[in-house]
């Protein structure tokens, strides 16, 4: 009886693997996608949330399986692959919006703090010096509020203010210039905290919104999440002026209570969908998710949006620029 040689052996054990790996990751992935193309209810609707990154399982699981000789699957991997790409282009197309002739412009940052944050030294330190226009800061807990109030304590001419919501650990501090007025509002039935600027531009009044919404972790929530997303969509269509919509709204570009956000709030996104912007968690930096996101009505020019360092935070914070468009001409 003739035994097989030692390379022979390894080479038929590394091709069992390869195949074996390649099924594996085949049929996660290909479940995956289905679960995002379904994508209605909870918790299907998370499943879409992260499309491309079954994209991007699907791939390598179409490169194992040709190795493996397993044609079929090879190819039902790569038209998830595209398909995911798909989806994600559509979604990048129309961003961006307003290139013309601009009047002013303001720097607005956006950062989930984490209410468990156990770095707020290094919060508090970037706060101190940090020059946008407006800061709103979420998830804000008591130690928290207490590192950011000292932090604005010593500059000139800038003002805190917190909206704290009764049941909530932690609430939401907007940081802005002293002689720009503030409100509170609320949204959805867990009343998470929102904050209102109005900004006075080129002798126009325009709005800035800061808002936090649920986190989609259970059915509940993602139903909470999605009404609170619905009457924000509502405020921004009924508000006059130019407004925009700026902080932590828990869900992706792709999902569909983003999109009717879109709609019938008559907004469009700051900002090429990327993984420079991708913001959660912040461990996967530019591999995660965006779910931070700058949303303006007509009026508004953006500039630009980037996602930043984390600082200790789950979230990485959000940065963007905005600008009015120049009013047309008397007569035009």
């Not at 407006?134 to 500059?155: D, K, N, P, T, Y």
């Not at 999440?225 to 700026?246: D, F, H, K, S």
Request: proline content about 6%; hydrophobic content about 45%; overall charge positive.
């Amino acid at each position: 009886m003739k035994l097989p040689s030692p390379g022979k052996a390894g080479s038929s054990r590394g091709a069992r693997a390869t195949r074996a790996a390649g099924g594996f990751l085949a049929v996660v992935c290909l479940g995956g996608a289905l679960a995002a193309a379904v994508g209605w209810g909870w918790p299907l609707s998370l499943a879409r949330s992260f499309l491309p990154h079954w994209g991007g399982l699907a791939l390598v699981a179409a490169a194992l399986c040709a190795a493996g000789r397993r044609w079929r699957l090879a190819a039902l991997c790569g038209l998830v692959t595209l398909a995911s790409l798909a989806v994600v282009l559509g979604v990048a197309i129309g961003r961006r919006p307003g290139n013309g002739a601009r009047s002013g412009e303001i720097e607005v940052v956006s950062f989930n703090v984490r209410a468990g944050n156990q770095r707020l030294d290094r919060v508090a330190e970037w706060l101190a010096s940090e020059r946008a226009d407006i800061v709103f800061l979420h998830e804000v807990g008591r130690r928290g509020l207490g590192a950011v109030l000292q932090s604005v304590g010593g500059r000139p001419g800038r003002v805190a203010t917190v909206c704290r919501t009764r049941g909530l650990p932690f609430g939401s501090v907007v940081v802005a210039p002293a002689d720009w007025a503030v409100e509170r509002a609320s949204f959805g039935p867990e009343g998470y905290p929102a904050l209102t600027v109005a900004v006075p531009l080129g002798g126009r009044a325009a709005t800035v919104l800061g808002t936090h919404v649920p986190s989609p972790q259970s059915r509940a929530r993602w139903s909470a999440r999605n009404l609170q997303l619905a009457e924000v969509a509502r405020w921004a269509r009924e508000r006059p002026g130019p407004i925009a919509v700026v902080g932590d709204l828990n869900v992706t570009p792709i999902d569909g209570p983003f999109r009717a956000l879109m709609e019938e709030g008559g907004l469009r996104s700051c900002g090429p969908v990327g993984w420079r912007q991708s913001t959660w968690p912040a461990a996967l930096g530019p591999l995660g998710v965006e779910i931070d996101h700058a949303l303006v009505s007509r009026g508004w020019v953006c500039g630009a949006a980037r996602a930043e360092e984390s600082l200790g935070s789950d979230h990485r914070r959000l940065r963007v620029r905005l600008s009015l468009a120049a009013a047309a001409p008397a007569g035009m």
